[in-house]
């Protein structure tokens, strides 16, 4: 049973332009959200993250939205990049500490 | 970069070996983790270690033992290789559980069972 759920497993948007990553989850309990970014043969790296109790994070180009009566967060990037083009890893952390990912999302960005 | 290392990188091996994967990391962090990366699941925790000689599993353990000698080194072994752990298996640490934190992953080993 999958807690956390990346729906799209793929996005292409152009350079310059906005990219949206959307991610649900189900438990309620969880208390924080990051996300990851991973280039091929490489190891996942930190992007973001943000806490239960806020609803905006904001680092650079990069925001996470969280709407937890929708249990819902997003990743924007703006603009995008071609950099940027990588897969894109929502996790969450449960009441053990541990976290949980979705299944990825493949964003590419078109010069 | 945090200093995490894995060996090897890339191995196949036949069904019914027994495989075991190295974490090495120079950051001193408490925690250690293993997860395997499959298309279609994302990372799935399969064990971690909160200190040495202190483990526990993870989501997807079964097939999969670990030891924790050393504070530096995590190793993840597979008693007798199955084709159902082809995988991409990444090792990550963390220097704490609880508050505003991230775990920091190496560069992973592709392992294939044939």
């Known amino acids: 049973d999958q807690q956390v759920k990346q729906n799209s497993p793929s996005l292409s948007v152009q350079e310059g332009r906005i990219s949206i990553l959307n991610c649900d989850y189900t438990?309620?309990?969880?208390?924080?959200f990051l996300w990851y970014k991973k280039y091929p043969a490489e190891g996942p790296t930190f992007l973001i993250s943000?806490?239960?109790?806020?609803d905006k994070n904001e680092d650079g180009r990069f925001t996470v939205f969280l709407n937890k009566s929708a249990k819902h967060l997003s990743l924007h990037i703006v603009p995008s990049q071609p950099g940027d083009s990588a897969v894109y890893f929502c996790a969450a952390r449960s009441n053990t500490g541990k976290l949980i990912f979705g299944q990825g999302t493949t964003l590419q960005v078109k010069p | 970069d945090a200093g995490i290392t894995q060996s090897p990188r890339h191995k196949v091996t036949e069904t019914g070996t027994p495989v075991t994967l190295r974490c090495h990391q120079t950051?001193?962090?408490?925690?250690m983790y293993w997860y395997r990366q499959d298309p279609g699941h994302g990372l799935r925790l399969i064990h971690y270690s909160y200190g040495v000689k202190d483990t526990d599993k993870g989501e997807v353990s079964d097939g999969y033992s670990v030891s924790r000698s050393k504070t530096e080194d995590f190793l993840l072994t597979l008693e007798s290789a199955t084709s159902s752990q082809t995988s991409v298996y990444f090792c990550?640490?963390?220097?704490?559980?609880?508050?505003?934190?991230?775990?920091?992953f190496g560069p992973g080993t592709r392992l294939t069972v044939t």
């Open positions: 943000i806490s239960s109790i806020k």
């Open positions: 950051e001193n962090h408490r925690y």
């Open positions: 990550a640490i963390s220097e704490r559980l609880a508050g505003a934190y991230e775990q920091y």
């Open positions: 438990n309620s309990m969880f208390d924080y």
